[in-house]
């Protein structure tokens, strides 16, 4: 089994940053791509951003966060971190760390915004941002 803990949430003002991390214990071994999603208040998840272990492949920001967000793993990938900067309240929900570990569904090129490749959730951080 897998499990995935996040951190660092918290309240910050618009324009100001936080950086997330997942720390991933268990058979990290076996995971392939890892990520991060996000649920604002009343609506579905959606996908922030998402990159494939080792490197071997791209890395992958929804259009939303792209330019401000950046995805990023320690050297011995157990940790993956997201910096959040120039924060708008528009950012606000809990951020769900997401990783595929083979089954039933790839993470792709065709799939990386889609919940289909994700096979083990965190519990989820808030963060709130303040106007």
């Known amino acids: 089994q897998v499990q995935l803990v996040e951190s660092g949430g918290g309240l910050v003002q618009a324009g100001g940053s936080l950086r997330l991390s997942c720390t991933a214990s268990g058979r990290t071994w076996s995971l392939r791509a890892r990520g991060w999603f996000r649920q604002a208040p009343g609506k579905e998840r959606e996908f922030v951003a998402a990159?494939?272990?080792?490197?071997?492949?791209?890395?992958y920001y929804a259009d939303s966060v792209k330019g401000r967000f950046v995805i990023s793993r320690d050297n011995a990938e157990s940790t993956i971190y997201l910096q959040m900067n120039n924060l708008s309240p528009e950012d606000t929900g809990v951020y769900y760390c997401?990783?595929?570990?083979?089954?039933?569904?790839?993470?792709?090129?065709?799939?990386?915004?889609?919940?289909?490749?994700?096979?083990?959730w965190g519990n989820g951080t808030l963060v709130t941002v303040s106007s």
């Open positions: 990159h494939i272990r080792n490197g071997f492949g791209g890395i």
């Open positions: 997401a990783a595929e570990s083979g089954g039933p569904e790839y993470f792709t090129a065709a799939n990386y915004n889609t919940a289909r490749w994700v096979d083990h």
